[in-house]
C-alpha cells in the first residue's frame, strides 16, 4: 500500500511536471491516488506520511496555475436510497476533498458529481439530493459541483437542483448530446455557467465525442476535432 501511494503521487508530480513543459493547464486528478483510502479497510494515517508530497504536489499546481477537478467513480451516490451506499459515498467524498485540502489548493479546485439515480420518481430523488446535499461536510460541499449525465438528469435537472442549493453546474457536452432537453447546447453552457461564483473560478466545461462502434454515449478515448 505504501509503495502505491508513493509511487502514483510521483508519478502524478511527474505527469504535472510534463503538462507544465508542454502548456497544459487542466487536469484531473484520479480517484485512485490513495487506494482504499476511503475503505474502512484503510487504517494508516496516509495523512500524515505522505504530507511533504502532497505540499509538494499541491505548489506546483499553485505556481503555474494549472485547474484542477477529480470525478469520483459512478457508485458515488448520495440520493442512495441505501444507507450502506450513502455512507461509502459520504467517506469517498470525504476523502476526494482531503486530497484538494492537503494540497493547500483553493476553491477552484473541484470535485464532479452526478446527480445519481431515478428510483421511479425523480422529483422525489433531486429532493433527497437537495437534503443530502444540505448535510454534506462543509469541504466536500464547498468543492462539489454537479454535472448532467447521458441517461438520467439533463442540464435543466441540474439547474433546478442549484436554484434550490446553490451548487455549480458544470456542463458536459456529450452527455447533452445524447441526453437533450430544451436548451440547445449554447444555451445549456451559459446557464450552466452563470451558476459558477467568482470564488469557484471560471466554469469548467466537459467535452468527448462519441466511441466508433460502441453504443451510443461511450465516450471515445480521442477527441473528434
Known amino acids: 500500500m505504501i509503495a502505491a501511494i508513493r509511487n502514483n503521487l510521483d508519478c502524478l508530480f511527474s505527469m504535472l511536471s510534463?503538462?507544465?513543459?508542454?502548456?497544459?493547464?487542466?487536469?484531473?486528478?484520479?480517484?485512485?491516488?490513495?487506494?482504499?483510502?476511503?475503505?474502512?479497510?484503510?487504517?494508516?494515517?496516509?495523512?500524515?506520511?505522505?504530507?511533504?508530497?502532497?505540499?509538494?504536489?499541491?505548489?506546483?499546481?499553485?505556481?503555474?496555475?494549472?485547474?484542477?477537478?477529480?470525478?469520483?467513480?459512478?457508485?458515488i451516490i448520495i440520493n442512495s436510497l441505501e444507507e450502506r451506499i450513502l455512507q461509502n459515498s459520504l467517506r469517498e467524498l470525504r476523502y476526494h476533498a482531503e486530497v484538494l485540502e492537503m494540497m493547500g489548493l483553493d476553491l477552484t479546485a473541484?470535485?464532479?458529481?452526478?446527480?445519481?439515480?431515478?428510483?421511479?420518481?425523480?422529483?422525489k430523488s433531486k429532493e433527497r439530493f437537495c437534503r443530502r446535499y444540505e448535510d454534506l461536510d462543509a469541504m466536500v460541499k464547498r468543492r462539489l459541483v454537479i454535472e448532467n449525465d447521458e441517461k438520467s438528469y439533463r442540464v435543466e435537472d441540474?439547474?433546478?437542483?442549484?436554484?434550490?442549493?446553490?451548487?455549480?453546474?458544470l456542463f458536459d457536452w456529450f452527455h447533452h448530446a445524447v441526453n437533450p432537453g430544451s436548451l440547445a447546447p449554447e444555451q445549456a453552457l451559459r446557464r450552466a455557467a452563470d451558476t459558477w461564483k467568482q470564488?469557484?473560478?471560471?466554469?469548467?466545461m466537459d467535452y468527448s465525442s462519441q466511441q466508433p462502434g460502441r453504443p451510443r454515449g461511450a465516450h471515445s478515448d480521442t477527441i473528434e476535432l
Request: charged share 20%; glycine share 8%; aromatic share 12%.
Open 158 to 169: 441540474c439547474l433546478d437542483l442549484n436554484r434550490q442549493t446553490g451548487v455549480p453546474v
Open 199 to 204: 470564488h469557484d473560478g471560471p466554469a469548467m
Open 18 to 75: 510534463y503538462n507544465v513543459r508542454n502548456g497544459i493547464l487542466f487536469f484531473r486528478i484520479t480517484s485512485q491516488l490513495v487506494p482504499f483510502a476511503s475503505h474502512p479497510v484503510c487504517k494508516f494515517p496516509w495523512q500524515k506520511m505522505f504530507e511533504t508530497d502532497f505540499t509538494r504536489i499541491g505548489r506546483l499546481i499553485r505556481d503555474n496555475n494549472i485547474r484542477i477537478s477529480l470525478h469520483p467513480d459512478q457508485f
Open 110 to 123: 473541484k470535485i464532479q458529481l452526478h446527480v445519481g439515480g431515478v428510483y421511479g420518481d425523480k422529483e
